[in-house]
C-alpha cells in the first residue's frame, strides 16, 4: 500500500504508550499502532512505558512485535519509563535500542508468579465438596478445593523456571549483558531508576521529553522541529474513572495465572507525600 502522506511521517516521530496492566487489550492496542508505525515508515519511535506487567504471552508478543519493527525498518526506538516500569513492563522495554528512566522510576521485579487460590478449608467450613471425574491425575492441577500434591508443585516449578528462563535470555540479548550478570538482579526485586543505570538495565536517566529528544537524534530529526504523532492508548469508562487498579483487579480475576507483573493490590507503590 502506498501512503500518500508518507514524506510527512518520515519528518515526525511516533509515540505509543503501554499504560496499566498488560492483557490482551492492551497487546491489541498497542500491536495495531506499531503496525501503522511501521507501514507509513516513521524514522522513530518513543515507547512510553508505565506499566506493573501483566501476562506473559502479551507481554511476549509486544515484545516480538517491536523487534521485528526495528529490524525491518530500522526504526530508532526509544523507551521511556514512567512512574513504574516493572515485570512484563521491562520485558517489553529492552525490546527498544536505547532505554531511559526517571531517577525515581520503579523498575525491576523480573521474574514469574503463578498464583492460584485454596479454599478448601472454607469449604469445609460452609459444608460444600466437589466430585471432579478426570482423564488424568494432573488435569485439574491448582483446584481451589485442595491443596497441591507434591508431584504437581515440581510440575509448576518447572512451567515458573522455563518462563523464568526466557525472560532471563530476553533481558541479556536485549540489554547486551551476561545470563548470570541478570540473574544477579532478577531475583523478583524491585528498584529505582537510579539503581537500574547501574545494573545496565537502563542506558540514561531523565524524562520522557529527554527520551523524545534522543529518539529524534538518533533519527537524524532536530529534537526543536520535530512534532510527535501520538498513538492514543484507549481505556475503558471504569479505567477512566479508576486508573490502573481496575486494570490489575481485572487482571486478577482469573483463578490462576502465569504473570510477568509486580503484585500492588491495585495500590501505588512509589509515591511522595506532600
Known amino acids: 500500500m502506498i501512503w500518500p502522506f508518507r514524506p510527512k511521517f518520515r519528518k515526525q516521530i511516533a509515540r505509543v ?51 521485528r519493527l526495528r529490524g525491518k525498518n530500522d526504526t530508532k526506538i526509544i523507551a521511556s519509563f514512567g512512574n513504574i516500569s516493572a515485570s512484563g513492563g521491562v520485558y517489553i522495554g529492552v525490546s527498544a535500542d536505547r532505554i531511559v528512566a526517571n531517577p525515581g522510576t520503579i523498575t525491576g521485579s523480573i521474574g514469574v508468579i503463578l498464583r492460584g487460590n485454596n479454599l478448601e ?59 548470570e550478570a541478570v540473574r544477579g538482579f532478577a531475583d523478583g526485586r524491585v528498584f529505582t531508576g537510579e539503581q537500574a543505570l547501574e545494573y545496565g538495565l537502563v542506558d540514561r536517566l ?23 504523532f501520538t498513538f492514543e492508548q484507549k481505556k475503558s469508562p471504569i479505567d477512566r474513572v479508576l486508573g490502573r487498579s481496575a486494570a490489575l483487579a481485572r487482571l486478577d480475576a482469573t483463578s490462576a495465572r502465569i504473570d510477568f507483573e509486580l503484585a500492588t493490590n491495585g495500590q501505588p507503590l512509589w509515591m511522595y507525600h506532600p
Open 121 to 179: 478449608k472454607l469449604l469445609d467450613r460452609v459444608g460444600v465438596s466437589f466430585k471432579t471425574i478426570k482423564s488424568g491425575p494432573y488435569k485439574d492441577i491448582l483446584a481451589f478445593d485442595r491443596e497441591l500434591t507434591d508431584p504437581e508443585r515440581d510440575i509448576l516449578q518447572a512451567l515458573i523456571d522455563s518462563s523464568y528462563g526466557q525472560f532471563i535470555g530476553v533481558v541479556a540479548r536485549g540489554r547486551q549483558l551476561e545470563p
Open 17 to 67: 504508550e503501554i499504560s496499566g496492566a498488560i492483557a490482551a487489550e492492551t497487546r491489541k492496542q498497542v500491536l495495531g499502532a506499531l503496525k501503522i508505525v511501521e507501514q507509513r515508515k516513521f524514522p522513530a519511535l518513543l515507547l512510553r512505558i508505565d506499566s506493573p506487567g501483566g501476562t506473559v504471552v502479551d507481554s511476549q508478543e509486544i515484545h516480538a512485535a517491536i523487534e
Open 206 to 228: 531523565g524524562t520522557e521529553e529527554d527520551a523524545r529528544c534522543w529518539a529524534c537524534e538518533l533519527a537524524g530529526l532536530d529534537p526543536e522541529k520535530t512534532r510527535t
